[in-house]
DNA sequence: TACATTGTTCGATGAACATCGACCATATCA
DNA sequence: TGATATGGTCGATGTTCATCGAACAATGTA
């Protein structure tokens, strides 16, 4: 593991608070990353390959929110950062609420 | 039906975006309401019969943001408003939501 | 009628946060 | 080595929204 790497700070699903589950998951941009990391395999997505409305900078804040709120896991590969959803982990946190943001429309 | 209870304006659950949902139940004060209402029979509680700590002002605000959200049903008694959780219609549109909002400890 | 209770509306205020540009760090490639 | 690509950090900005006091409306009660 990198130096980068290992200095990301990642929070499991069991120690995120609700209120900090819900303001994750509350802004529209952090659900399009989230529907858009579902429909891909784990680890294939790098930040700046996702469609957003938003400059890198704002993007990088937002992958940290998801991080904090253990939503997504990141590992550094070369120059990139690639993601993964952490659906079962989250899912046995907070039930249904992942459903919910996937099934919503686009 | 009163003339007051009639200019209330409510939203079934249906028609209710996800967005305004998770803006919802997204204050503390609101998910305080929700567990407070859900541990008493429905149109048993006026507004003014919640601990909050908030003014009547704020109160009267956040009862009228669950309104539009579909997760609260209002109606005039007198003076009073007595409320009601819309479990069930909130259920099918957005399953899982409230219960993880009625199951945070206090 | 006068008073108390219940709740809403209005305008102002303060804090939280999404957003941006600029700059920096690291990694890859020519 | 220099140039490009990917991504994070920092400070500033603007908007949204929870909050409050004050004024108002409607109901119930003495």
Redesign the pocket.
């Known amino acids: 593991m990198?130096?980068?790497t290992r200095?990301?700070t990642h929070a499991h699903p069991t120690e995120v608070s609700l209120q900090d589950a819900l303001?994750?998951v509350?802004?529209?941009?952090?659900r399009a990353i989230l529907r858009e990391l579902a429909g891909t395999p784990d680890w294939t997505?790098?930040?700046?390959?996702f469609d957003?409305?938003?400059?890198?900078?704002?993007?990088?804040?937002?992958?940290?929110?998801l991080?904090a709120a253990g939503l997504v896991e990141?590992r550094?590969?070369?120059?990139?950062?690639?993601?993964r959803l952490r659906r079962p982990e989250f899912d046995r946190r907070f039930p249904g609420l992942l459903a919910l943001v996937l099934a919503e429309p686009g």
Chains 1, 2 share one sequence.
Do not use: I, M, W, Y
């Open positions: 990198s130096a980068r200095s990301l303001d994750a509350g802004d529209p941009v952090r997505r790098a930040c700046g390959t957003l409305p938003v400059t890198k900078a704002t993007r990088s804040h937002h992958f940290a929110v991080r990141q550094d590969e070369g120059a990139r950062r690639l993601n």
